[in-house]
C-alpha cells in the first residue's frame, strides 16, 4: 500500500463526519439549482403541451361530431373556455350508453364514409 493510499484510508471516516456543504464544490449547488430550473420549464412545457391537444381535440369534437357538438351546447360550454387543463372537467362525460345509442352523431364527418369500420 503506498503512503497517499494510506493517507486516504485513515482520514476516509473524520471527512465522512463533515457536512455535506464543506464536502461538496460549490460547483454541486450551482448545477443542482439549475438541474431544478429546468425541470420546472420541463413540467411548464409538458403541461403547456398538454392543454394544446386537449383544445384541438375538443375543437376538432365541437367543429366535426355533430353529437359533441349538441353536448357542448346543452352545457352552454365552447371550446373556447379551456384555459388551463383543470377547466376539462367543465365539460360533460360521454358514456357507453349515449355513444351506442347515438353511434352516427359521434363519428367525425370529416372522415370518408367508405373508410369508416364498425367492430361490434
Do not use: W
Not at 367543465?90 to 372522415?111: A, G, H
Amino acid at each position: 500500500m503506498t503512503f497517499n493510499e494510506t493517507i486516504k484510508k485513515l482520514l476516509r471516516y473524520p471527512y465522512s463526519l463533515l457536512p455535506y456543504k464543506y464536502r461538496l464544490h460549490n460547483s454541486y449547488y450551482s448545477t443542482k439549482n439549475f438541474l431544478k430550473k429546468k425541470c420546472i420549464k420541463k413540467n411548464f412545457f409538458i403541461k403547456n403541451y398538454q392543454l394544446n391537444k386537449i383544445k384541438e381535440i375538443i375543437k376538432y369534437a365541437y367543429k366535426y361530431c355533430p353529437g359533441y357538438y349538441q353536448l357542448y351546447k346543452e352545457s352552454s360550454i365552447s371550446p373556447k373556455e379551456i384555459n388551463k387543463l383543470e377547466d376539462i372537467f367543465f365539460f360533460p362525460y360521454i358514456t357507453k350508453e349515449i355513444l351506442r345509442d347515438n353511434l352516427k352523431d359521434f363519428v367525425s364527418r370529416d372522415l370518408n364514409l367508405e373508410k369508416k369500420h364498425y367492430i361490434k
